[in-house]
């Protein structure tokens, strides 16, 4: 019983049952929030506040379930460590927290505590939960590890930027508005607003050079911010060639030993269809085409 409910922790059981306790999931955790959300409406809150309520309730206690079941099967993933060692890993890391967090204060609450917006905010961490759940964020992930560099990179550059428009607006505009550009952190709020091409307009140069300086920082700000998403648009689209790259070998392997796929062979290939991301579509591309192109081989033979 405790593997079967790793196993599924792991995302490595892929059944019918596996897609509706995943659907469950999701739902419970993009509803819950959605009621939180809508309590602080006051007209929702008097007339539905306590169907609300009752839905966190019921919510958290499915959270709390989640929570005590990982820790109970978490032994089975590290069977090289002691079962003590393997549930403080998981209690002391990140997900494990966030976990803990989602349904922790609902309890304070019931307890005596008062709902205020900070334990609100800790609530809504539930939401990345998520992460658990959806490919997409495996991909994102493995996107920002491989492109970490270059991203930081960009970073330290707009960093770099900001302080130049800062010290920069700074010198041309602090003596005829010494309340918005009075120091270099008051100026930075003007340059982080430019140079993100957001342009609330609250503050603005006034002098002919402060205008002409704001003008380039406007142009470079058009660049940097689009520096980030090229990075990581370029990184989604690499990754998906690897992962094509990987499906389109396990079938060619397959198909190599005795030229066809059998029954237990595409159950292999959905699974890690699945887990890589790609479509039903794409798949059934690549297998046609790596089928078609062994065929011509052995005709050609």
């Known amino acids: 019983m405790r593997k079967a409910v790793a196993v599924y922790f792991r995302n490595k059981w892929h059944g019918p049952l596996h897609r509706f306790l995943s659907a469950f999931m999701v739902f419970i955790i993009f509803s819950s929030s959605l009621c939180l959300v809508l309590t602080t409406e006051p007209s929702i809150e008097g007339e539905y506040g306590y169907f609300l309520w009752l839905f966190e309730g019921f919510s958290s206690f499915i959270f709390m379930l989640e929570y005590l079941l990982r820790i109970w099967s978490c032994p089975e993933d ?8 393997c549930r ?3 209690i002391l890391s ?3 927290l966030v976990d803990l ?6 309890f304070l609450i019931i307890s005596g505590w008062t709902q205020t917006p900070q334990l609100m905010l800790v609530q809504l961490l539930r939401l990345l939960k998520l992460t658990r759940y959806s490919v997409a964020f495996d991909l994102l992930r493995d996107v920002l590890r491989e492109e ?3 991203l930081l990179v960009s970073v330290m550059l707009m960093f770099i930027i900001l302080i130049f428009a800062s010290v920069g607006i700074f010198i041309f505009e ?3 508005q010494p309340d918005a550009f009075g120091s270099i952190p008051k100026a930075m709020w003007w340059a982080i607003v430019t140079l993100t091409t957001v342009g609330y307009g609250d503050v603005t140069p006034i002098t002919v050079q402060g205008r002409i300086f704001a003008t380039f920082i406007t142009i470079a700000g058009v660049g940097l911010v689009s520096l980030p998403a090229g990075i990581i648009a370029s990184g989604f689209t690499e990754q998906l060639r690897l992962r094509r790259e990987r499906f389109q070998l396990e079938v060619e392997q397959m198909i190599h030993d005795d030229g066809s796929l059998s029954r237990e062979e595409m159950d292999v290939l959905e699974e890690d269809r699945q887990k890589l991301g790609l479509s039903k579509d794409n798949a059934q591309l690549i297998i046609n085409q790596v089928a078609e192109r062994e065929a011509r081989k052995t005709k050609g033979s």
């Open 78 to 85: 590290y069977k090289n460590q002691g079962p003590l060692r």
């Open 88 to 90: 403080m890993d998981y």
């Open 94 to 96: 990140f997900m494990g």
């Open 101 to 106: 967090l989602s349904f922790l204060p609902f």
């Open 148 to 150: 970490a560099e270059s």
């Open 174 to 176: 602090h003596e005829v």
